[in-house]
């Protein structure tokens, strides 16, 4: 570049201009200027500078001062709009308008970032590309979770560019001995992540500093074949072994990643179905922005481990041969070790035997349950055609019940943990004694008992599928075979017997033609159609309370009706159970804006999520008032309809936040019904009285309670 100092020149008028708008840009931005004002600025500004680095050129009065003026007036033009960006989504877009300050910081004690770097022109592609994502963003013109995206990837994008200089101007301080300080290095490296990926556990439980001082026999073997095979076989080795140790790599983070939410493996068949749910879920739980942040950081480092784990084998296994002859004993001695802890049982500590193999049965494991998954479904299909209530009579069918109401109702995370496994249970079994004592008093008899969740955290609707079908669904795949079959449910032995068969599930935010279609509802009631106007709570959309006087309006109070069944799913005791609504009066219940500012009242998630001890606390209360909300419900009933039957209970246990690492799967399940002949014809089931089921009620399986409950109530 020649050095050009005797006059300003049009290129540098151009980049004034752009400095100029990047003041007024900032003083808008400052006085909180809307996008219709701070776009068209910040349009013009890019514009400008796609021209004056062209201009120079063509005028041949480029110049360092040029350069340095231009990179600097385009850094502060970043620094101001991504300062506009972060006010709605989130401060972490200021990295993008930091990171050139961050750098210039890092030349104060580094010396060596203050050479020259080679130049790259990818450099120029990755700043132009910040501000024209930053202004698409400011605009708004995008849907939030594709700009959050485009975002991330820019940030990325600059994160790499910024880190390719530093690493270009370390290697021209001293070429030839930093490459072989480096090629070292990263060998060394690349041994001991290989080494550890190979004997990390799979289980958090299992995480300690001596799960890492074992060996592992795959990587004496792989190391082995690397120094007994010829150049070229040895590479084709590494290549696939890399490949190999990268998917048992992402398998033990996802295995570990899903015990700690639900306390089992990752299911390769299942699983990665519940993406979307999982997006939505981080979405309400810690809005739009951070949850597309998780979830492209979960993304990049599962990439990252394919990528990175395969490069480290491969260099670990270059390093073996380039060292074959301290590679040789070393390896000698591993093994001799290896075999002396396989034989003996040598542990490091207890649990932790110093002969690993743990790659190897982790593969063993998901293939053995990946096969297993396939068998299921193959039975499945098979259990789902054979149906001993299928053909039974309509005129049969219930009979027991006729003229009746009947309601199903999950309350969400209901799991027996809450009644006796918690500092706060005995608060909520106080409760429940308290409810069941009002129930009793508006005339209901009650029989409750246990039954075996197939879900444990989360996936509600495998409980719900499993309680209504009497098939045992505890995974994905056998959810979505069973809601493509025709399967005789409660809810359609209900619709086929005479009832008006319902679906009550507020949660639901668009149409659900599969589930409609599976459980044969005559309606189904959801966010779509319920004239909620209040706030919402944490995870659910509208409070228990409004709910239940919403299904009340829509079905129970329809002129002329006949018996209704419904399966009604609360939610208000969903993860992250804060903020809570309070109970009103069920008059005062209107569109539900009387719930208004109640969600900035009491614990928050930020304050409560930071302690465990917090967590199970707003559990407990949340399920105090979904159990409130139902008993509520039920007196308001009890002088209006003489002939209700409920069915209520949890679909799973709580999260490992709540319920700890060990999974438990019982749910407490009640029938409710103001006319005790119907808890006659259960009197064999051995249930006990009251609302709370007590050590020794009996507990089944909850696919088991469908053949039970209509052989108790059809001809």
Not at 404 to 418: M, P
Request: net charge negative.
């Amino acid at each position: 570049m020649r050095a050009v100092h005797h006059r300003w020149g049009a290129a540098n008028a151009i980049t004034g201009i752009r400095a100029v708008l990047t003041v007024v840009l900032a003083v808008l931005v400052a006085q909180g200027a809307t996008a219709t004002t701070v776009v068209p600025v910040a349009a013009v500004a890019l514009l400008t500078d796609a021209l004056d680095g062209r201009v120079a050129r063509r005028t041949g009065t480029a110049s360092r001062f040029g350069a340095r003026f231009d990179m600097e007036t385009d850094a502060a033009l970043l620094l101001v709009l991504s300062s506009y960006v972060a006010r709605d989504l989130g401060l972490w877009v200021l990295a993008i308008g930091l990171a050139r300050y961050v750098f210039l910081a890092a030349k104060l004690p580094l010396v060596w970032l203050r050479g020259q770097a080679p130049p790259r022109p990818w450099c120029k592609v990755v700043a132009a590309l910040q501000g024209i994502v930053l202004v698409v963003a400011a605009s708004g013109l995008l849907p939030e979770p594709v700009t959050t995206a485009a975002l991330l990837v820019a940030l990325a994008l600059l994160t790499e560019s910024f880190a390719h200089e530093a690493w270009d101007l370390w290697r021209v301080r001293r070429p030839h001995v930093t490459q072989v300080w480096v090629t070292r290095l990263t060998g060394v490296l690349a041994l001991l992540a290989v080494w550890a990926v190979l004997v990390a556990p799979d289980e958090i439980g299992d995480l300690s500093p001596a799960a890492f001082a074992r060996i592992p026999v795959e990587g004496l073997v792989l190391v082995g074949l690397v120094l007994l095979l010829p150049s070229r076989p040895a590479s084709w080795l590494a290549t696939g072994a890399g490949a190999v140790v990268g998917v048992v790599a992402l398998l033990k983070l996802l295995d570990i990643g899903i015990s700690v939410a639900f306390a089992r493996r990752f299911d390769p068949l299942g699983d990665p179905v519940y993406v979307g749910a999982g997006v939505s879920f981080l979405r309400d739980a810690l809005g739009t922005a951070n949850a597309y942040t998780v979830t492209v950081v979960a993304v990049v480092a599962m990439l990252a481990i394919l990528v990175l784990v395969p490069y480290a084998v491969r260099r670990a296994a270059g390093l073996a041969r380039e060292h074959r002859p301290v590679a040789v004993p070393v390896l000698l001695v591993l093994a001799l070790a290896w075999g002396a802890g396989a034989v003996t049982g040598v542990r490091v500590v207890p649990g932790e035997p110093l002969a690993a193999a743990t790659a190897v049965d982790l593969a063993s494991t998901h293939v053995t349950e990946v096969r297993e998954r396939l068998r299921e479904r193959a039975a499945l299909a098979q259990a789902i055609a054979d149906d001993d209530y299928a053909d039974v009579p309509a005129d049969q069918l219930l009979s027991a019940l006729r003229g009746k109401d009947v309601l199903l109702v999950f309350v969400e995370s209901y799991g027996r943990v809450a009644l006796d496994g918690l500092p706060t249970s005995g608060q909520l079994r106080d409760s429940v004694d308290a409810y069941s004592q009002r129930l009793d008093a508006a005339g209901y008899s009650t029989r409750s008992a246990f039954l075996t969740s197939p879900t444990f955290g989360a996936m509600s609707w495998l409980a719900h599928s499993t309680m209504q079908s009497g098939l045992w669904i505890d995974n994905q795949g056998t959810y979505d075979l069973l809601l493509g079959h025709d399967r005789l449910t409660l809810s359609s032995a209900f619709g086929k017997a005479g009832w008006r068969s319902v679906g009550m599930i507020p949660a639901d935010t668009e149409p659900w033609p599969e589930g409609q279609r599976f459980y044969r509802w005559q309606a189904l009631h959801d966010l779509t159609n319920m004239d909620y106007r209040g706030p919402r709570f944490g995870y659910g959309r509208m409070p228990d309370q409004f709910a239940l006087e919403q299904f009340q309006r829509l079905e129970l109070d329809r002129p002329g009706r006949g018996p209704v069944m419904a399966e009604i799913d609360l939610e208000s005791s969903h993860n992250p159970w804060v903020p809570l609504p309070r109970m009103v009066d069920p008059a005062e219940l209107g569109d539900g804006s009387v719930f208004d500012g109640m969600e900035d009242e009491g614990p928050q998630r930020d304050e409560t999520w930071r302690s465990a001890d917090l967590v199970r606390a707003a559990y407990v209360r949340s399920l105090q008032y979904s159990l409130d909300a139902l008993t509520t419900f039920l007196e308001q009933r009890a002088q209006q309809d003489d002939d209700l039957v409920v069915i209520t209970l949890g679909d799973h246990w709580p999260v490992t936040t709540v319920s700890g690492t060990t999974p438990g799967h019982a749910v407490p399940v009640s029938v409710i019904a103001s006319d005790p002949t119907v808890l006659d014809q259960i009197k064999s089931w051995g249930w006990q009285d009251g609302l709370r089921p007590h050590d020794g009620a009996p507990e089944w399986r909850m696919d088991g309670f469908r053949d039970r409950f209509l052989a108790a109530f059809s001809g």
